[in-house]
């Protein structure tokens, strides 16, 4: 073994415990450089190959030709007749090889060597670096600032450079050269100029993190973290829930006198943190999660996904919070969409809904005032409802004897088809189509909205999105009170009978996503257990 066999190994061990890569890729880059010299010198248009042994450093060079029956390139390709001149037995897909006496480097040569060297160690490096850290996204990691580009952080986490975005910065916070900083890793990502590793202080999960950090009893599974609500650097809101009932969860995150949190605080220049008791049950939770304003009443409507609070007057600036901000944390943090409204101003609108049903009522049945609000008081808020609900309930009504009740029923009926006859009149004036007034669950009042909104075929109703029917301001039956399901139910309807698939099809599609859904449950029953 020659000085200088045994210096390319060291010098191979040294990179490899240098860069924290394997001593085989900094060998394999070492045989690429050697590669690409020699065929510098006797042709690129050769199979040239370079060899390091493992244990003694020796080099061997060799030009590789390959057996064929019918040849392509003459460079790197000889026909079996020739090849079984020098070797009897060859056969076609073995490689004859040819040693190259060893190569004495150049400037340029070695110039280019070394280039190719420091290229794929820095490649295997980067690998090493995505490999190391693609698995610790969602874990806190402390690392110095190393310079700044643009407002963007570049921080040094000892065997990797992470980056720390502006908008991943807490408000008025500032780093200099050399300060340590702390923060959560979101994303770990292969892109062009190797691994980016990319961090936040203001991700929600930083504020769990933090707290799992300084609460033990968070750490070891007893009180769990079920929510993270954050306006960054200002105030957040979490939502906990204890497995142990001895175990208070919110007092668990204050710590004695405060000391928990306020680290957590700390750490977040200074961010007002409510920590909140997370409840299954969605008006309980919302309640909660409104502190410290004080909620006189809630109402859920869960199709819609909303939940109306109401609050006493002195109690309004609190519950919505500067620049709304607690209200927004509260629906960030529950999921819901909270509406907040005065016991005033509920009180008002309320009364004009009285008055409302009543003169409709009024109108509908030809009835006299008393008889309306008596109907509204007990909880009828439509004329099916009147047509349609057994005798027996109107009866229990006071001064409602069974020939009012019936005869209200008749009224109510008869209003009914007369509104039904005008709708239908109206939707052919319109040109709506009869068959898309077919249509499983489509009212003769939806059929004139649809056409007022000039969607008068099956083929243009199936074409519609949930979204343009029933969410938001602008959609056509908004006021209809449909759930997305039964939206859903609709277009699938209409696409069959406009001939998009057949009803086999579509009995088969529903069958898949149940399935689905179902293995996406026991999916996440065996990762919770």
Not at 442 to 462: D, N, R, Y
Request: hydrophobic share 40%.
């Amino acid at each position: 073994m020659t000085q200088m066999h045994v210096e390319l190994l060291a010098v191979a061990d040294a990179v490899a415990r240098d860069k924290g890569i394997e001593r085989e890729q900094v060998l394999e880059a070492m045989e690429q450089a050697i590669q690409k010299a020699g065929r510098s010198k006797y042709g690129h248009e050769h199979d040239i190959r370079a060899h390091i042994d493992r244990s003694t450093g020796a080099i061997d060079l060799a030009r590789y030709t390959e057996v064929v029956d019918e040849v392509e390139n003459e460079m790197t390709q000889v026909t079996v007749d020739r090849a079984r001149r020098i070797k009897r037995n060859a056969e076609v897909g073995e490689f004859r090889i040819d040693p190259l006496p060893p190569i004495d480097f150049g400037r340029i040569a070695a110039q280019t060597a070394k280039q190719v060297i420091v290229q794929k160690v820095r490649e295997a490096e980067r690998e090493r670096q995505y490999e190391e850290y693609k698995d610790r996204v969602g874990e806190i990691v402390n690392g110095i600032v190393k310079r700044f580009e643009f407002g963007t952080v570049t921080v040094d986490l000892g065997r990797a450079e992470a980056v720390l975005r502006r908008d991943e910065v807490l408000p008025r916070e500032s780093f200099r050269r050399g300060d340590r900083v702390r923060a959560y890793i979101y994303d770990v990502r292969r892109e062009q100029r190797g691994p980016q590793i990319f961090m936040s202080r203001t991700h929600p999960e930083f504020l769990a993190k933090l707290f799992s950090q300084e609460v033990p009893e968070i750490y070891d599974g007893i009180i769990e973290i079920r929510s993270v609500a954050r306006d960054p650097g200002s105030r957040a809101k979490i939502a906990v829930i204890s497995n142990d009932s001895s175990i208070d969860p919110v007092g668990a995150c204050v710590g004695m006198r405060g000391s928990r949190v306020q680290a957590v605080v700390a750490e977040l220049q200074g961010e007002k943190i409510d920590i909140i008791p997370w409840s299954p049950d969605p008006a309980t939770f919302v309640v909660n999660a409104l502190a410290p304003a004080e909620v006189a009443k809630v109402v859920l409507d869960e199709d819609a996904g909303k939940i109306e609070v109401v609050v006493p007057d002195d109690q309004l600036s609190l519950a919505i919070g500067r620049r709304g901000q607690n209200v927004r944390l509260a629906s960030m943090l529950t999921g819901w969409d909270i509406d907040i409204l005065t016991e005033e101003q509920e009180s008002e609108r309320r009364q004009a809904e009285f008055h409302e049903r009543s003169q409709r009522f009024m109108e509908a049945l030809d009835v006299d005032d008393v008889i309306a609000h008596l109907l509204v008081t007990e909880g009828f808020s439509s004329i099916e409802e009147i047509a349609y609900v057994p005798i027996e309930d109107l009866t229990e009504i006071e001064g409602f004897d069974e020939e009012v009740a019936a005869e209200l029923r008749a009224r109510a009926g008869q209003f009914l088809e007369e509104e039904a006859e005008r709708l239908t009149q109206r939707r052919r004036e319109l040109g709506v189509e009869d068959a898309l007034a077919e249509i499983p669950g489509l009212s003769a009042g939806m059929l004139v909205a649809l056409g007022e909104a000039s969607i008068k075929s099956v083929e243009e109703f199936a074409d519609l999105a949930s979204d343009e029917l029933i969410f938001g301001e602008e959609a056509v039956l908004r006021d209809f009170d449909l759930t997305e399901s039964e939206a859903n139910e609709m277009f699938m309807a209409a696409r069959v009978a406009a001939g998009w698939f057949t009803a086999e099809e579509l009995a088969a599609m529903n069958a898949e996503a149940v399935a689905e859904l179902q293995e996406d449950e026991e999916t996440a029953d065996s990762v919770d257990a």
